[in-house]
């Protein structure tokens, strides 16, 4: 078998046509990665490989085109029936000196990952599996053209039968699906022959095990049946004979009619043992938070998808599958429109988009929207772009409501004083976790007694006297505070004051930082990357850092502190930091003697307690104004938010205690010069192709002088 591996190699590289194809294949890989990866700055290789699928389908018939008919073509596919070896290794070996050439066109692709990697983090299992599935999806092509390579002894028509086969399969399924619709029988016998499907699962990085037993399974049926047409001539018919007939005709369609079998059979085991979630942020699967929630379960949830199965987008079918398949006391049901026409009127007066999902518990429900599933942002251009999905958020925050009921917690916003409003991002996390908020202006006015927490985030103009007492009041009463405070050039004497009456002195100066690893940029100290203090009872989790601008420090003595407040730490900063006047600019600060030497706390938790009622008070300290600014949030990967909403859970009690963030759409770019990237198209587009096909001609030239 390797004997004939071997040659069938050495016979497509020792002509031209072997370096051709390298060639062609190299300019075509070249141009997409450097298009996609190397100039756009997407680190993963799958944005490449889905663009080579159209080259890849071109040039594998010329490969594959020769394999047999050409044997058949000169007559010595009897030899090869007469040689002494089975003609099971001999078709193997074939399919894998292709396979063997499908390989090395990977290994070229698969350089890109390693030059990427030079220049930024590279998801490492996403561009491995991809790759993988580019693979497996060439050896798939090159089983079907074998087989029709078989059934001719011309070239050009076993060329021509395999791009119409690529062809078929690659439009058919779709346009099966616009004329007799989702749910026919002949749609779903015809998407059968879809063999790009699970190459596209592939490269999201969601491995299904369904898809690769489809690929194993369509690799195995072709090259039975080009064993079966190979060695047509091979058995003959006769009195001895017949048994050996039988078997060799019967056999193999009973063993293509196990692995059919055993396809229908795989698509009945849980998509928990079958498919995986090898994405760097777990995309696409149910995370160990909604795990936990679906353990303590007793009750049973039904959530209707208002769609049928093969109508539902893949992202919403993946999590539908971590749902029904992870408990046993959820169940998922599509609903497509044309089935359950009246579905929608039972649990909404409004239309129902198609998509939207209904969770139902006995008689209670909630409908989620299906535009509510994923977050857009719009771009300068005034498009809007996929940034998230929250289906699991969505799916999840619903059956908590269920489970506990719609008791929310009311928190209200301070405004008023230009204060720095509450990213959506946030606000939605909070409202899954059945928090709702409200903004509210204090002036003349008590803190109202529904309020559960109150949100005083960077004010950039002063309170009123009037105000300052009014939240002095609502302290005394036990009240929940969550405050940053005012940058440094914000005239807030009032909000200054309310601060320190808590215990602690605020500078009046921003903290500068001289720890490298505690600054966002080296020449600006003023941009603080900080974690949690370890004693700190609220944590990002995740290993995220959290970024503070312009924060001001705080300083307390334990010593001094009156009886009734305790102060933990949040954020303390570095030793050799300082704090000094230096506005909102983006200019450095350099020691003088009029800077206040450090270490400062830049967040703290205060702990207040009323004499008389013994109600006690927690009020939340962040010393950075823009805290919860978005545009600094993201620096961090949601970080802040992270924090605010542990901070939030914590302080103020809430029936539901799990809240699932948008999963964002977003990546970490690699970073090339235009200059490299012109290098690199040159080298990827013209020197090495050339140089392939200069070898091919040196070889061929070589040859014939021999």
């Keep these: 078998m390797t004997a004939i591996m071997f040659k069938e190699i050495k016979s497509y590289f020792k002509s031209i046509f072997g370096w051709i194809y390298l060639a062609v294949f190299t300019f075509f890989a070249g141009a997409y990665f450097v298009g996609n990866n190397i100039n756009y700055g997407s680190p993963y290789i799958s944005d490449s490989l889905g663009a080579m699928i159209i080259v890849l389908i071109f040039l594998l018939p010329l490969l594959t085109m020769r394999i047999i008919a050409e044997e058949k073509r000169q007559k010595t596919d009897q030899f090869l029936i007469t040689a002494p070896i089975s003609l099971v290794k001999v078709i193997i070996g074939k399919f894998l000196s292709i396979c063997a050439i499908m390989l090395l066109s990977t290994l070229i692709i698969a350089i890109g990952v390693g030059i990427m990697a030079i220049y930024g983090k590279v998801p490492v299992a996403e561009n491995v599996f991809s790759l993988l599935g580019f693979f497996l999806f060439g050896c798939e092509c090159i089983a079907i053209g074998m087989f029709l390579s078989s059934i001719t002894e011309h070239q050009f028509l076993a060329a ?14 779709y346009f099966a699906v616009s004329v007799f619709g989702q749910d026919k029988i002949i749609t779903k016998i015809i ?12 490269l999201t990085g969601v491995i299904n095990l369904n898809d690769i037993v489809y690929i194993f399974s369509v690799i195995a049926i072709f090259l039975i049946l080009t064993y079966k047409v190979f060695a047509k001539n091979s058995v003959q018919i006769s009195a001895v004979g017949k048994n050996r007939f039988f078997i060799a005709n019967l056999v193999p369609f009973l063993i293509i009619a196990a692995i059919i079998g055993g396809n229908i059979g795989c698509k009945y085991i849980p998509s928990k043992y079958m498919q995986h979630d090898f994405t760097k942020e777990g995309w696409y699967t149910i995370s160990e938070e909604t795990k936990n929630v679906l353990k303590g379960l ?7 998808v208002y769609a049928s199965k093969d109508e539902v987008d893949e992202n919403v079918k993946l999590y539908m599958d971590s749902y029904d398949s992870y408990s046993k006391h959820i169940k998922v049901e599509y609903r497509p429109q044309n089935k359950y026409p009246n579905f929608a009127a039972q649990y909404s007066e409004k239309a129902l988009t198609t998509g939207a999902l209904v969770v ?22 005034g498009q809007y772009q996929l940034v998230g999905i929250d289906v699991e958020g969505q799916v999840t925050a619903a059956i908590l409501a269920l489970e506990n009921g719609d008791a929310y917690v009311k928190a209200y916003c301070l405004a008023g004083h230009n204060e720095v409003p509450l990213p959506e991002n946030t606000k939605e996390r909070l409202n899954k976790a059945g928090y709702i908020f409200g903004d509210y202006y204090l002036l003349g006015k008590e803190v109202p007694d529904d309020c559960a927490l109150l949100i005083i985030n960077g004010p950039q103009s002063d309170l009123d006297e009037s ?19 005012a940058f440094e050039v914000c005239e807030t004497d009032n909000y200054d004051a309310l601060i320190e009456s ?3 002195d605020l500078t009046d100066g921003t903290v500068i930082e001289r720890d490298y690893n505690n600054k966002y940029k080296q020449d600006d100290g003023s941009l603080i990357l900080a974690s949690p203090d370890y004693a700190s009872p609220y944590q990002t989790g995740s290993n995220k850092k959290n970024f503070l601008y312009k924060a001001r420090g705080i300083k307390y003595d334990n010593e001094t502190l009156p009886v009734d407040t305790a102060i933990t730490d949040i954020f303390v ?7 000094k006047e230096i506005g909102l600019g983006s200019e450095t600060a350099d020691y003088d003697e009029g800077a206040e030497d450090g270490p400062f706390r830049l967040g703290v938790c205060i702990n207040k307690t009323n004499r008389e009622t013994m109600a006690t008070s927690q009020i939340i300290i962040i010393t950075s104004g823009g805290f919860l600014y978005n545009d600094y949030d993201l620096i961090v990967s949601r970080g802040n938010t992270d924090l605010f909403v542990n901070i939030v859970t914590s302080i103020v009690d809430s029936s539901i205690k799990t809240t699932i963030p ?11 010069s235009s200059g490299m990237v012109m290098i690199y198209a040159a080298i990827c587009c013209a020197i090495v192709p050339l140089a392939l096909i200069v070898a091919g001609f040196v070889i061929m030239i070589m040859r014939r002088r021999k």
């Design 360 to 381: 139902e518990k006995g008689s209670d429900f909630k409908v989620i929207d299906y535009y509510s599933l994923y977050k857009y942002n719009m771009d300068q251009s």
């Design 662 to 672: 948008v999963k964002e759409l977003s990546y970490e770019y690699i970073a090339v």
């Design 191 to 202: 998407s059968a022959t879809d063999i790009y499907k699970p190459f596209n699962g592939m």
């Design 298 to 304: 007793n009750d049973d949830y039904t959530i209707y």
């Design 467 to 485: 105000e300052v007492e009014a939240i002095k009041k609502y302290i005394d009463k036990g009240g929940k505070i969550f405050m940053t405070a």
């Design 502 to 504: 808590l215990g602690v």
């Design 573 to 579: 900063s570095g030793n050799d930091s300082y704090a």
């Design 160 to 173: 021509i039968f395999t791009y119409t086969v690529y062809i078929f399969t690659l439009i058919v399924p």
